[in-house]
């Protein structure tokens, strides 16, 4: 990693504004915020559907589905269902897709910091 050219590195220490431009440190921005972003759009959008509905469609919130279950209770359960879902998805893809971009870029600021 080298530095840019705007600014110089501090004396025996490592650049990390060259670490942050760097392609590893991009590429990991960019995978995070590729799978971040998505989700976070797909689960605000069912939450606030979730509340319009309990707010402005009663009728079909309290619609019965078996016995005492209603579908208002099913969509709020579902809440709870996708938040799991979708914190052992990012948990998944911080293992296998992020965790090995950061620490090759963690092992890479070590080798230096050692070296300097």
């Given at each position: ?30 995978k995070h ?6 989700l976070t ?76």
């Amino acid at each position: 990693m080298t530095a840019s050219p705007t600014h110089s590195p501090p004396p025996g220490g490592v650049d990390y504004v060259a670490v942050e431009e760097s392609a590893p440190f991009r590429e990991l921005k960019r995978k995070h915020r590729s799978f971040v972003w998505p989700l976070t759009i797909v689960f605000l959008v069912w939450y606030f559907v979730y509340v319009l509905l309990s707010s402005f469609a009663t009728d079909f919130m309290a619609q019965r589905v078996w016995g005492d279950i209603t579908v208002g209770l099913l969509f709020g359960l579902g809440q709870f269902v996708t938040t799991f879902a979708i914190t052992m998805g990012y948990v998944w893809y911080a293992n296998h897709k992020l965790d090995p971009i950061s620490s090759a870029i963690r092992n890479d600021l070590e080798r230096q910091e050692a070296g300097s």
